[in-house]
């Protein structure tokens, strides 16, 4: 029954991204892909807070299926950082795919330890 925990944090983390991607690229005209960046950030905060929590014994194993596997999973996107970073690439904007990849890591390393470090003082 673990699975259905993914499948339903799943569920509302696919739509989740595609929607929060969407309205944050439309208020940026920009090659950068701000919405791809965006949710690849909050994806890492929200994984970063759960891993505080369940530090602290605040998170139980089926809400960390839930929010951790299921909606981080699918709210977060390697595949399409990388596929634009590629297309950026190609394009000849090279420093806009450097940017992309160091910024990404960068923030995403960053909001997960945020998101633990709060976590975990609240829960600690």
Do not use: I
Not at 54 to 72: D, F, K, P, T, Y
Request: glycine share 12%; proline share 2%; net charge positive.
């Amino acid at each position: 029954m673990n699975w259905l925990l993914v499948v339903a944090g799943a569920a509302v983390g696919a739509p989740l991204r595609y929607l929060l991607d969407r309205a944050v690229q439309a208020r940026h005209d920009s090659l950068f892909p701000w919405g791809t960046f965006v949710v690849n950030a909050a994806a890492c905060l929200v994984l970063g807070a759960l891993a505080g929590a369940a530090l602290e014994g605040a998170a139980s194993s089926r809400l960390q299926l839930l929010l951790g596997a299921g909606l981080c999973g699918a709210l977060s996107t390697y595949s399409t950082f990388s596929y634009e970073t590629l297309r950026l690439a190609e394009r000849g904007r090279g420093f806009l795919a450097a940017a992309n990849v160091v910024m990404s890591v960068l923030v995403g390393l960053g909001a997960v330890h945020l998101g633990s470090q709060v976590a975990r003082r609240l829960f600690g």
